[in-house]
């Protein structure tokens, strides 16, 4: 019992730090008037009547808003019956499994990320640090997601891409959601989950996602990245990233004297 109450807070920890993430690029991005789409921006230098300073109150509002968001986010559970919890990950798509079926060909972490809407934690998958050139395909059908072209390092610990191929699909949520709670998806072709997408791509200059301004934060358990080299092997990524301990952890080196 208290085993899986571990297993369960710590899935919901990783999805709050996504979102987390998330909320605070939004500041960032109202902060430095980086938008997209303008909002608010055009609202934030007019005086009021009083003489107050509508920007600091805009910023009060702004901050009280996107706590809400957050702590709304963090307190609840991941919807894991499908896209805002309307939608099977089975009814409706072209690739049809058995319960059953799934778990004898995929991992424990596969299984519980795609077709639960699990979450790994971050900096788990050796794929979040695979730099090479090729296609990342989804673990459960092989359908192509993503081309490394698209890779970038957020440096949040999962692998991140500006943009999908049409093989991912999208959540269909609401101006506000997706800013501030980001949106699910999926894999178009078995409806397996594949992690969420942010609007916070133009933080990130000098990458893909600075043209996009999209960030998609993917859990690597779900890919399977096969790369372009002849011969090279194809990479699980469900496979834990080679764990290193900093310097600043590592303990003083003892010479004899």
């Given at each position: 019992?208290h085993?899986?109450i571990?297993i369960v807070?710590?899935q919901?920890y990783c999805?709050?730090?996504?979102?987390v993430?998330?909320?605070a690029?939004?500041?960032?991005?109202w902060?430095?008037?980086i938008?997209?789409?303008g909002l608010?921006v055009?609202s934030?230098?007019?005086?009021?009547?009083?003489?107050?300073?509508v920007?600091?109150t805009?910023?009060?509002k702004?901050?009280?808003s996107?706590?809400?968001?957050?702590a709304?986010?963090?307190?609840?559970?991941?919807?894991?019956?499908g896209f805002?919890?309307q939608?099977?990950?089975?009814?409706?798509?072209?690739?049809?499994?058995t319960?059953s079926?799934?778990?004898?060909i995929?991992s424990s972490?596969q299984y519980n990320i795609?077709?639960e809407g699990g979450?790994e934690?971050p900096?788990?998958s050796?794929l979040?640090?695979?730099?090479r050139?090729?296609?990342f395909?989804?673990a459960g059908?092989a359908?192509?997601?993503?081309?490394?072209?698209?890779?970038?390092?957020s440096?949040t610990?999962?692998p991140?891409?500006?943009?999908?191929?049409p093989g991912?699909?999208?959540?269909?949520v609401?101006a506000?959601?997706?800013?501030l709670?980001?949106?699910?998806?999926?894999c178009k072709s078995?409806?397996?989950?594949?992690g969420?997408v942010?609007?916070d791509?133009?933080?990130f200059v000098g990458?893909p996602?600075?043209?996009?301004?999209?960030r998609?934060?993917?859990?690597?358990?779900?890919l399977?990245?096969?790369?372009?080299?002849?011969g090279?092997?194809?990479i699980r990524?469900?496979?834990?990233?080679p764990q290193?301990?900093?310097?600043w952890l590592?303990p003083p080196?003892i010479?004899p004297?």
């Amino acid at each position: 019992g208290h085993i899986c109450i571990i297993i369960v807070y710590q899935q919901q920890y990783c999805i709050a730090m996504k979102r987390v993430t998330a909320c605070a690029c939004f500041l960032l991005m109202w902060r430095f008037h980086i938008f997209g789409q303008g909002l608010l921006v055009s609202s934030l230098s007019t005086p009021t009547p009083s003489g107050a300073d509508v920007s600091s109150t805009a910023r009060r509002k702004i901050l009280a808003s996107a706590s809400v968001a957050l702590a709304a986010s963090t307190a609840t559970p991941k919807i894991v019956n499908g896209f805002n919890g309307q939608r099977s990950r089975s009814d409706g798509y072209s690739v049809q499994k058995t319960d059953s079926e799934w778990h004898s060909i995929l991992s424990s972490t596969q299984y519980n990320i795609l077709r639960e809407g699990g979450t790994e934690r971050p900096n788990f998958s050796i794929l979040e640090s695979e730099e090479r050139p090729g296609i990342f395909s989804c673990a459960g059908c092989a359908t192509d997601l993503f081309e490394s072209s698209q890779k970038f390092h957020s440096g949040t610990g999962w692998p991140s891409f500006a943009k999908g191929l049409p093989g991912v699909e999208n959540d269909n949520v609401g101006a506000v959601q997706a800013r501030l709670l980001g949106a699910e998806l999926r894999c178009k072709s078995c409806g397996g989950h594949l992690g969420d997408v942010f609007s916070d791509g133009y933080l990130f200059v000098g990458t893909p996602a600075f043209v996009t301004g999209k960030r998609l934060c993917i859990d690597g358990a779900a890919l399977v990245f096969h790369p372009e080299e002849d011969g090279a092997t194809d990479i699980r990524g469900d496979k834990a990233k080679p764990q290193t301990t900093p310097d600043w952890l590592k303990p003083p080196e003892i010479r004899p004297v």
